[in-house]
T-cell receptor, first 113, second 116 residues
Framework: SQKIEQNSEALNIQEGKTATLTCNYTNYSPAYLQWYRQDPGRGPVFLLLIRENEKEKRKERLKVTFDTTLKQSLFHITASQPADSATYLCALDISQAGTALIFGKGTTLSVSS | GAGVSQSPSNKVTEKGKDVELRCDPISGHTALYWYRQRLGQGLEFLIY????????KSGLPSDRFSAERTGESVSTLTIQRTQQEDSAVYLCASSLRGTSVYNEQFFGPGTRLTVL
């Protein structure tokens, strides 16, 4: 069956370290992959989109990689801060037309000072 | 406000009752999505509207669920004869267009539905 998995439900790191979150998928060939941040009681907020022909994309302290051979995306937050604590969701386009995204369950990141 | 808004923010209902949830997308966004998020779970796609095209209803879990959208504005999600398993946060999102290049989705705060 079609599946999208994020590496762990919770990730705890110390301030200043790099957080690395993993998103693995099976049975898809998505044209792109997105990462969202969700804070408690709020809707997800878009962070980054990476296309299948892009290996890496950066935005400030965020970096996303996309390996279509491994069927994996890595999401890095460098110089992490307590304010980065949230749940991070990856999402795949499954329709090839952008009509529907499949979301992972998310990884809850806690950054301690 | 420039964001996606949803109402009500919380809804408590009794099993068997019908509920209607409302979403106001960002003005000018042609694509609108509904998702369901159960506690501790990821987002589950329900339905997608793009302009005046027929909606993609492939994610609706049963015929008790339906949604409408008038043009490129407000959408309502209706759940008939609610069941306890329907308890979840229902999220609405809109995007400029429903294509990959413009498919950054802007989410509303959600409606938390509790079915007693």
């Amino acid at each position: 069956s079609q599946k999208i998995e994020q590496n762990s439900e919770a990730l705890n790191i110390q301030e200043g370290k790099t957080a690395t979150l993993t998103c693995n998928y099976t049975n898809y060939s998505p044209a792109y992959l997105q990462w969202y941040r969700q804070d408690p009681g709020r809707g997800p907020v878009f962070l980054l989109l990476i296309r299948e022909n892009e290996k890496e994309k950066r935005k400030e302290r965020l970096k996303v990689t996309f390996d279509t051979t491994l069927k994996q995306s890595l999401f890095h937050i460098t110089a992490s801060q307590p304010a980065d604590s949230a749940t991070y969701l990856c999402a795949l386009d499954i329709s090839q037309a952008g009509t529907a995204l499949i979301f992972g369950k998310g990884t809850t990141l806690s950054v301690s000072s | 406000g420039a964001g996606v808004s949803q109402s009500p923010s919380n809804k408590v209902t009794e099993k068997g009752k019908d509920v209607e949830l409302r979403c106001d997308p960002i003005s000018g966004h042609t694509a609108l999505y509904w998702y369901r998020q159960r506690l501790g779970q990821g987002l589950e796609f329900l339905i997608y509207f793009q302009g005046n095209s027929a909606p993609d209803k492939s994610g609706l879990p049963s015929d008790r669920f339906s949604a409408e959208r008038t043009g490129e504005s407000v959408s309502t999600l209706t759940i008939q004869r609610t069941q306890q398993e329907d308890s979840a946060v229902y999220l609405c999102a809109s995007s400029l267009r429903g294509t990959s290049v413009y498919n950054e989705q802007f989410f509303g705060p959600g409606t938390r539905l509790t079915v007693l």
